[in-house]
């Protein structure tokens, strides 16, 4: 697939800002099974462009003087091949072992450590006992959009039930964790067919070893990820993948808008 996005964010202050820092990850990864073709990042201020120790291109971007208003865009184009390949290789840039740590938003307590073993132990491969923790993860937390924010880590998330894609790619990592599975937050766009259906997206890698690479799994469409699917940053939980997030000085109260649009060129002919 050619997959087109355009990523506007707008954040809005009713008082002027006297500085403003983003740290932004939003250019596609340089991952296998996925090509940029063209890409470009418009917005005011000072840039300033990074690999992290993820293997992240990020962007700093720094405002010094007074304003009111902060807008954000990327448009391009990404070629996700035909058939997508839910198996990637390490890229070598961190061992998997760093994705065993535990995060504020990926501690276990002793539910989902229960959780965790009920549903990755027993028989099968490591690949279809992933999958079956993956599908499990989708019934135990029904996808409901507004019910949690960025702050709620897995636990607060199993004990509601409900959740969205980060909330339940949270769970996910938590419970691949626990029971000594180096596993990893992806965020990026899905193409969902569909005009107006929300296309910022979360998914998980999980590592079935120095043969296998990474897997990469969508909890909320219960599906290994393919070419619907266009990575911008991995990380150990959503703070190291956020495609926005920084610091401000003033500016009183603030409004944002955030508009995403993913469409496929094949669909379009």
């Known amino acids: ?47 300033k462009e990074q690999v992290d120790a993820h293997g992240n291109v990020s962007h700093l971007l720094t405002l010094e003087e007074p304003h009111s208003e902060i807008a954000i865009v990327v448009q391009g184009v990404v070629d996700t091949g035909e058939h ?14 760093a994705y065993l740590g535990i995060t504020p938003l990926t501690t276990p307590d002793a539910r989902i450590r229960d959780f ?26 029904r996808y409901q959009p507004g019910v949690t924010d960025v702050t709620d ?25 626990a029971m000594g599975i180096p596993a990893r937050y992806v965020s990026g766009y899905y193409y969902t067919g569909d005009a107006g259906v929300v296309a910022s ?28 699917h266009c990575r911008l940053a991995v990380g150990r939980d959503y703070l190291d993948a956020a495609p926005v997030r920084g610091v401000r000085r003033g500016g009183g109260h603030e409004q944002l808008r955030v508009s995403v649009i993913v469409a496929n060129s094949q669909a379009q002919q």
């Open 201 to 228: 997206h979360a998914w998980a890698d999980a590592w079935l070893g120095s043969d296998g690479g990474w897997l990469s799994i969508d909890l909320t469409h219960r599906s290994l990820a393919g070419p619907r």
């Open 153 to 177: 880590g897995a636990i607060s998330v199993f004990e509601r039930g409900e959740g969205v894609c980060q909330d339940q790619t949270h769970a996910f990592v938590t419970c691949c964790r």
């Open 1 to 47: 697939m050619q997959l087109h996005v355009r990523h506007e964010t707008v954040y809005r202050y009713d008082q002027p800002l006297k500085y403003s820092a983003q740290c932004l990850k939003l250019t596609p990864r340089r991952d296998a099974g996925q090509r940029t073709l063209a890409w470009r990042l418009s917005a005011p201020g000072r840039q």
């Open 116 to 141: 965790a073993t009920q549903h990755l132990g027993g028989g099968g491969n490591l690949r279809e006992r992933l999958e079956r923790l993956g599908e499990a993860i989708a019934q135990a937390i």
């Open 84 to 97: 997508g390949s839910p198996r990637l290789p390490d890229d070598g840039l961190l061992s998997p072992l």
